[in-house]
């Protein structure tokens, strides 16, 4: 009962650190890329666990994400930079984490299809 919750986990931490990495790669493609990555995953922890799974796969992935954008390297050097680009990942990955909470539950199957009474 832990473990997909525990991979839910997992797959957070690696879309934060992964996206993080890769938004400045070639912009604008570089963050609209981690923009699907983030909207991609949190459909699937939504669709694999509901509301709990997109619960947990967003929190660990906002504090990875606010713990690279806060926390300050030897030197003052920052992994998330504090312009435009940084700020648009950290605000539009929020955006892109929160779109699959709008897809409608028979989109990814969360309740049974009575088919005796789609005849009528």
């Not at 938004?23 to 666990?49: E, I």
């Amino acid at each position: 009962m832990v473990i997909p919750y525990a991979v839910l986990s997992l797959l957070g931490m690696a879309v934060g650190v992964f996206g993080t990495g890769g938004h400045r790669f070639k912009p604008p493609w570089g963050l609209v890329c981690v923009f699907v990555l983030v909207v991609s995953a949190a459909t699937l922890a939504r669709a694999w666990k509901s509301w709990m799974g997109l619960s947990v796969f967003f929190g660990v992935w906002l504090t990875i994400v606010l713990l690279l954008y806060f926390t300050k390297g030897p030197g003052n050097s920052v992994v998330i930079a504090g312009d435009g680009l940084g700020m648009a990942w950290v605000l539009g990955g929020v955006v892109a984490a929160a779109i699959p909470a709008a897809i409608p539950r028979r989109f990814l199957g969360e309740e049974e299809h009575d088919w005796r009474h789609a005849r009528e």
